[in-house]
């Protein structure tokens, strides 16, 4: 089994979420969490919140994490995580779909990733399809369609055409509109051969790695974006 003949891609973290709530002192709405925690104990009760800051006019405000739980029932490592302002758990804490839902804010997740790939070298005309497993490092939500515009340097409309053409098979689950927020993996049929273009693509992304970040637009997708607009 050859395994070079799989190309890794990763969703990796450039930063955290923004909370998107309404700021009582200004007109924003976008938060960052300033990567401290608050614990309060009251005799055996103790709450915990998660401090934010807003991007607009910098209050801070609080979301509940514990609120007036017994102390017994908190585990001990998890509440020195807490006072000791543990980056990994307000890693955790503000990526937290379930804490957003809790507190009803929402999270955009804009800025927060780029997509960094791995692919093997191989033959142009080798007709074997070439498997792509892709990675995430955080749970942001991306949209299918423009993994693959920004991991095979294509524009919406080639991707769109290799998939109609067969050439692109996504698992079941996943269309190219869909959001993907965890590790799938999918093929590249005779990734070499559909056309010109897709040639020149791949074996522009043979180097051993390379950084895309998710907000950037590649000035080659751009010329071909407004050549056939
Ligand atoms: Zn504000």
């Not at 399809?129 to 949209?143: D, I, K, N, T, Y």
């Given at each position: 089994m050859n395994t070079d003949r799989k190309a890794l891609w990763a969703v990796r973290q450039s930063g955290l979420p923004a909370v998107v709530r309404p700021c009582p002192d200004c007109s924003g709405t976008r938060h960052r969490p300033t990567g401290r925690i608050r614990v309060n104990a009251n005799g055996k009760l103790l709450d915990v919140w998660l401090l934010l800051g807003c991007e607009g006019c910098d209050r801070t405000s609080k979301v509940p994490v514990h609120e007036r739980v017994h102390?017994?029932?908190?585990?001990?490592?998890?509440?020195?995580?807490?006072?000791?302002?543990?980056?990994?758990?307000?890693?955790?804490?503000?990526?937290?779909?379930?804490?957003?839902?809790?507190?009803?804010?929402?999270?955009?997740?804009?800025?927060?990733?780029?997509?960094?790939t791995?692919?093997?070298?191989?033959?142009?005309?080798?007709?074997?399809?070439?498997?792509?497993?892709?990675?995430?490092?955080?749970?942001?939500?991306?949209?299918?369609?423009?993994?693959?515009?920004?991991?095979?340097?294509?524009?919406?409309?080639?991707?769109?055409?290799?998939?109609s053409d067969g050439h692109i098979h996504l698992p079941v689950a996943l269309a190219l509109d869909a959001k993907a927020h965890q590790d799938?993996?999918?093929?590249?049929?005779?990734?070499?051969?559909?056309?010109?273009?897709?040639?020149?693509?791949?074996?522009?992304?043979?180097?051993?790695?390379?950084h895309i970040r998710s907000h950037d637009t590649p000035p080659r997708l751009h010329r071909t974006a407004t050549a056939r607009a």
């Open positions: 102390v017994s029932s908190l585990d001990p490592v998890r509440r020195e995580a807490y006072e000791n302002d543990d980056p990994a758990v307000v890693r955790g804490l503000a990526m937290s779909a379930s804490l957003a839902a809790r507190n009803r804010y929402r999270l955009d997740w804009t800025g927060t990733w780029q997509l960094e791995r692919t093997p070298l191989y033959s142009l005309d080798d007709p074997t399809p070439l498997g792509v497993r892709v990675s995430f490092e955080l749970p942001a939500p991306v949209r299918v369609e423009r993994l693959l515009m920004l991991g095979l340097r294509l524009s919406r409309a080639e991707v769109r055409r290799m998939a799938f993996e999918f093929t590249l049929d005779r990734p070499g051969v559909p056309d010109t273009t897709v040639h020149l693509q791949l074996t522009n992304t043979r180097s051993d790695l390379s």
